[in-house]
């Protein structure tokens, strides 16, 4: 009988707090107790690694970081060392604990740098960590260490990665002082993976993967960078979307011409960024490059149904993001399972009524399995050639310019593909259950989230199962002047931590 109504809520999509078994059910109430306890600690923590300048442009704040966390894996019990790509990569902290007993390995991956910083955008110093209490524009500074706890779930830290990835560091630590608080010992064996150069696409990532390929094998990888669903809802996401990304340069006139004089015949090479931007992406976002869609591997029923089974969000997003309308009527997770041709950027001219010389575009393709870089480039240009574009990859001469009606430099970024797991392999299925287990009801399950990490690497590299662990807030700035980790987000992130460290098993 105990099957049968397992089997039930699991095909639900529910735990109830109330069906929990008593080991789960004491243990998550020993971490919320500890938390609880140990609040000003917990933000102390946070507040004393998001103030160290962990960015790519501080090679000392990167290894000042890295140091700081192998003392603090070490101070856990931790075997802990710093891997190496070579001269002038950040150091993977590598760190591993072995469980008597244990029949499974884990791997817990984070970054621990953050994106560059521009201090006269932000409110307070990036690297000078402030409590606010919320995320309104005159919410009030807090000092968390006079201030009594418990605290307003609501206040938020702000500083660079204090969110992004910061807070899911701090998570794991806490959850394991949790842990060893309530006398839990993991039911994993715990290998830690914290790099220091994700934010510049993961250059030395693959490299220093093949160079540890033994001393990282696990059974599964849990990843805990990006954020939750938009309802708050906690997550699970089991792939990303690729990237590959292109600035390409329209070419007008020699010189900026006069508008009065030469508009209506010397060609705009802003309108013809428009005209060509509307050539390659229709008003839904849709990609209009024939055979685009060509290799796109299409959702599963287990995908489409976690799709289904997610929590409304877009009316409160509409208000929030104060949008009339959005460009499918798909939904938002659905829309992030396509592909994607985003325009992030058109730089021309001065405002000073003249024709500019130039126009630069900069674009994004967000990609999905079974995309490659490669292959989406040559069709990207394949399609330029079609529309009677003449593409190059440098500087034009004056006889290119002169010869050429439309002329486009086309200057590619780097790129990798997506990677979306199998949802219903056993180890994606113990993620599942201890993340319910620890919220005491359904998570938000995402076949594959919006945003591109090179986690495809782990799979391709290692073997093994992948599942992202996120816990930041939807709306904490991620990557902008004045990130910030909500309270809640960190609370609700050492109680998921803590389930699996302590309470995974398959």
């Known amino acids: 009988m105990r099957r049968v109504c397992a089997a039930i809520a699991a095909a639900l999509g529910v735990v109830a707090t109330a069906a929990l078994p008593a080991n789960a059910a004491d243990l998550h109430g020993a971490v919320n107790g500890w938390r609880a306890a140990h609040e000003r600690e917990v933000v102390d923590l946070l507040a004393d690694l998001t103030a160290l300048r962990s960015v790519a442009v501080d090679p000392a704040g990167l290894q000042a970081t890295a140091d700081r966390l192998q003392a603090e894996l070490a101070r856990r019990d931790f075997k802990a060392r710093q891997l190496s790509a070579g001269p002038g990569a950040p150091p993977v902290v590598y760190a591993e604990r072995v469980t008597p007993g244990a029949r499974r390995t884990v ?13 006269a955008q932000w409110r307070s110093d990036p690297f000078t960590p402030t409590l606010r209490a919320g995320l309104a524009p005159d919410a009030v500074v807090v000092d968390w260490r006079a201030a009594k706890p418990p605290y307003d779930p609501e206040w938020r ?3 660079r990665a204090a969110s992004d990835d910061k807070s899911s560091i701090v998570a794991f630590l806490a959850a394991l002082d949790a842990l060893k608080a309530a006398h839990r010992a993991p039911s994993v064996n ?4 914290w790099e220091g150069e994700e934010e510049r696409n993961s250059p030395h990532l693959e490299q220093v993967l093949n160079e540890n390929r033994a001393l990282l094998a696990a059974d599964l990888w849990l990843i805990g960078d990006a954020p939750l669903h938009q309802s708050r809802r906690r997550t699970l996401y089991f792939g990303a979307r690729g990237d590959t990304d292109v600035e390409a340069t329209v070419y007008g006139p020699a010189r900026p011409l006069h508008s009065g004089h030469y508009g209506n015949w010397a060609p705009n090479p802003i309108a013809m960024a428009a005209q060509l931007i509307a050539d390659l992406r229709d008003p839904q976002g849709n990609i209009r490059i024939p055979g ?15 799709i289904a ?3 409304p969000i877009e009316d409160q997003l509409r208000r929030e993001l104060l949008l009339a309308r959005a460009e499918t009527d798909e939904g938002l997770t659905a829309s992030t399972m396509r592909p994607a041709l985003n325009i992030d950027a058109i730089r021309a001219g001065d405002g000073g009524r003249a024709i500019p010389a130039e126009a630069v575009i900069s674009m994004d393709f967000r990609l999905v399995p079974d995309e490659t870089p490669e292959r989406v480039q040559a069709l990207f240009e394949e399609r330029l050639r079609e529309l009677g574009w003449t593409v190059v990859h440098a500087d034009p001469d004056a006889a290119t310019r002169a ?24 180890q994606a299925r113990a993620v599942v259950e201890s993340a319910q287990r620890a919220a005491g009801g359904p998570v938000a399950l995402l076949p594959m989230m919006g945003g591109s990490v090179p986690i495809y690497l782990f799979a391709k590299v290692m073997g093994a199962p992948v ?5 930041a807030s939807h709306d904490n700035n991620q990557h902008a002047a004045n990130e910030n980790a909500r309270l809640q987000n960190l609370w609700d992130g050492i109680d998921t931590y803590a389930g699996m460290i302590g309470d995974l098993r398959w």
């Open 107 to 119: 791997v817990f991956y984070a970054h621990y740098d953050g994106q560059p910083v521009n201090p």
């Open 157 to 159: 830290l702000f500083g």
């Open 467 to 471: 599942v992202g662990l996120p816990i």
């Open 403 to 426: 010869a050429s009606p439309k002329l486009i430099k086309l200057v590619w970024g780097g790129g990798y593909p997506a990677l979306r797991s199998d949802m219903t392999t056993p």
């Open 292 to 306: 685009f869609d060509a290799d796109v591997r299409r959702l599963n029923d287990a995908e489409r149904k976690a």
């Open 190 to 193: 715990i290998k830690v993976f």
């Open 309 to 311: 089974d997610l929590p």
